[in-house]
């Protein structure tokens, strides 16, 4: 997500497979300070341009869904938005907004307006800070996922066919894979894995793809790249063993199937 701001006016967008779409505007017509009055009038307009930015934000930004959220600007309006926006979380115990902390990047934009967007994922600065904020989202879920393994091992599921028999129950409550399984040179086994990942979505699970090349990938990788944490206990054990033999026949068909 990518809350755009300037004096009297913020934009909020979401952004999702190189798509933008604007969830709210909002503009408001701010005094200028002069006499005390002026002033006071000023203070109450910010005061209620800042509550509907929060309430935008509260409304369309799904934090457990949302990985990032950019809050972009020139001078200082940025900050103080940002700054406002914890305070009142904090203030309101608004715990969606508050443990989402960790998400938020603040950087300079030229404007408030849409077109700035541009501008600022084009900055390698803020890229790499996106990026961070991922990986560390990814190690988060991953951790967690150790940690059901270790303590309610019924909680969670790996390897292809395990992951794909709780996806088929509706229990799937995040879905852990690699991006270089989406990317696999067999055709079968990429839309084996592209397909799960559509069905994890639509049913409301969270997806989190791991880099190949991060430490966090490389350890799901040790555990053939997919697996999940469930919403519900599953008691279905397959070995892995199971697996490896349904990888090996994909990649068989797949040979057969190039050669035709």
């Known amino acids: 997500a990518a809350l755009l701001v300037q004096h009297g006016l913020a934009q909020l967008c979401l952004l999702s497979g190189g798509m933008s779409v604007t969830k709210a505007r909002i503009e408001a017509h701010i005094p200028r300070k002069g006499s005390a009055a002026m002033a ?47 305070v009142e979380a904090t203030r309101r115990e608004l715990r969606a907004l508050l443990l989402s902390r960790s998400k938020w990047v603040l950087c300079h934009a030229s404007s408030g307006y849409k077109h700035a967007l541009k501008e600022v994922l084009s900055n390698p600065s803020v890229v790499s800070q996106i990026a961070d904020t991922k990986a560390a ?4 879920t991953l951790a967690s996922f150790f940690a059901l393994l270790a303590e309610q091992e019924d909680r969670v599921a790996y390897g292809p066919r395990h992951v794909a028999h709780a996806c088929a129950q509706g229990a799937l409550d995040k879905l852990l894979i690699t991006d270089a399984l989406l990317r696999a040179p067999s055709l079968a086994r990429r839309k084996q894995y592209v397909e799960l990942v559509e069905t994890a979505r639509e049913a409301g699970a969270t997806v989190h793809i791991f880099s190949s090349l991060h430490v966090s ?20 054990i397959f070995s892995d063993d199971e697996d490896d033999d349904d990888d090996d026949d994909s990649d068989d068909s797949d040979d057969d199937n190039d050669d035709d």
């Not at 989202?137 to 988060?140: F, I």
């Open 40 to 86: 006071a009038s000023a203070g109450r307009a910010v005061e209620k341009w800042h509550e509907h930015v929060l309430q935008a934000v509260l409304r369309h930004v799904d934090f457990d869904r949302v990985r990032c959220v950019i809050v972009a600007g020139p001078g200082f309006v940025k900050d103080q938005v940002h700054a406002w926006l914890f």
């Open 137 to 140: 989202a990814e190690v988060r």
């Open 217 to 236: 990938g490389e350890q799901l990788a040790q555990l053939s790249g997919v697996a999940a944490i469930l919403r519900f206990a599953l008691h279905t």
